[in-house]
């Protein structure tokens, strides 16, 4: 079984920055792709970054320019940089991971969700 636990989230004003970390945690024999997801109240979940193992990375139109993903692969952790927040970046923001746990084995997994609120 593998474990997602996230960090970092909070409250911050616009303009400002915040870096959140995934750290994927049990039995893991490679990690294809990590990468964060955020719900709004009322919204659906929607991609906000993502990055495979070979590195390379894809981001939605809305945070292009802003928020930066990238890879500890020898701590099995992601992480996200967002700089220049506006108020509607807040959402909680989910950590997603796709492991192999075995030979035969793949899984898809979340974290339990970090709340991010952008706020004067």
């Known amino acids: 079984q593998v474990q997602l636990v996230e960090s970092g989230g909070g409250l911050v004003q616009p303009g400002g920055s915040l870096r959140l970390s995934c750290a994927a945690i049990?039995?893991?024999?490679?990690?294809?792709?990590m990468g964060w997801y955020r719900q709004a109240p009322g919204k659906q979940r929607e991609l906000v970054a993502r990055?495979?193992?070979?590195?390379?990375?894809m981001y939605a139109d809305s945070v292009k320019g802003r928020f930066t993903i990238s890879r500890d692969n020898a701590k099995n952790t992601v992480y996200l940089q967002m700089n220049s927040l506006k108020p509607e970046d807040t959402a909680v923001y989910y950590c997603?991971?796709?492991?192999?746990?075995?030979?035969?084995?793949?899984?898809?997994?979340w974290g339990q969700g970090t709340q991010v609120t952008v706020s004067s």
């Open positions: 997603n991971a796709g492991v192999r746990t075995s030979p035969t084995t793949t899984g898809d997994y």
């Open positions: 049990g039995n893991i024999v490679h990690i294809y792709a």
């Open positions: 990055i495979v193992d070979d590195g390379r990375t």
